[in-house]
């Protein structure tokens, strides 16, 4: 294994349970080399949880052993998993529907559900809410040090039956594609949608074309414009909305050295939708 070992929960670090997996870890080897992916996903957001995922994990070398911790539902009978991506990195979490995006856009190769008797820190019997320092950083220490390999942390389970959850669709209505917003970029307030690289090239427009944007909240409509669709923030005056091309090549909108979310009040969720066409000419 790489002894690359890689954190992700909602715990942020306001108390000592970030720091109570990392000791649990730097306990089974004190040569593993621990990152965090972050632990400032909202409380509870499985959802942000398996975007985050999909954001990083492809990035990092084979073998890489990543433990995600968003479980509102520890202690109930929600399965334990890990899994091998199509690219050979692992991932540990609840099957909460934390691996939705992995599954989707990545692939998974091999899952199997996590034995909580032979995997689990010794003498931590009696404790059931606390399975992030108990069972995934436990096992994800060993796994990644090479102390177990991926075999020996459970049975064999169906790819197919891993949790998802509910991802809208874009839809095609004659020359506008219609999204959701995903997710933020969350520092700086730029939406990210749904609206994938190759459905947007349809509409045919080039770098420096402008394009008609809608947001909506339920049936509000809270946001219309043209705006040009460009490379870099660069290519628009500071403070001038833009439509780009993401890091995960999905469309995004923003606004130049400036929060899209925060100036017009606009957040991620199913009911937020965006649609996207290309603007007329000017006369």
């Not at 994938?196 to 909240?217: A, C, D, H």
Request: glycine residues 8%; contains cysteine.
């Amino acid at each position: 294994m790489s002894s690359l070992l890689i954190f992700q929960s909602d715990f942020g670090i306001a108390d000592g349970a970030v720091s109570a997996m990392y000791g649990v870890a730097y306990s089974v080897s004190r040569d593993l080399r621990i990152s965090d992916l972050t632990h400032e996903i909202p409380q509870y957001n499985i959802w942000e949880a398996s975007y985050r995922l999909i954001q990083t994990v492809g990035y990092w070398p084979k073998d890489s052993v990543f433990v995600s911790v968003v479980d509102p539902g520890v202690g109930s009978t929600r399965r334990s998993i890990a899994v091998r991506t199509i690219n050979g990195q692992y991932i540990i979490t609840p099957d909460n529907g934390t691996l939705t995006h992995i599954k989707r856009m990545l692939g998974i190769a091999e899952a199997r559900e996590i034995d909580e008797e032979k995997n689990r820190l010794p003498n931590s019997g009696e404790s059931y809410t606390f399975h992030g320092r108990d069972i995934y950083a436990y096992t994800g220490a060993r796994l990644a040090s090479g102390m177990i390999c991926f075999e020996d942390i459970g049975p064999m389970v169906d790819v197919e039956s891993v949790v998802e959850l509910n991802v809208p669709e874009t839809i095609m209505d004659g020359d506008t594609i219609i999204g959701s917003v995903d997710i933020l970029d969350v520092r700086f307030g730029s939406l990210w949608t749904n609206i994938s690289k190759e459905q947007f090239k349809t509409l045919g427009v080039p770098y420096g074309g402008r394009v008609e944007i809608s947001i909506m909240n339920d049936t509000r409509e809270v946001y219309r414009n043209i705006i040009r669709y460009v490379k870099s923030f660069a290519d628009v005056y500071i403070g001038e909305p833009l439509v780009y091309m993401n890091s995960l090549d999905y469309i995004a909108v923003a606004i130049n050295q400036g929060s899209f979310s925060r100036a017009y009040n606009v957040s991620p969720g199913s009911n937020w939708k965006i649609s996207i066409k290309k603007a007329p000419k000017l006369p």
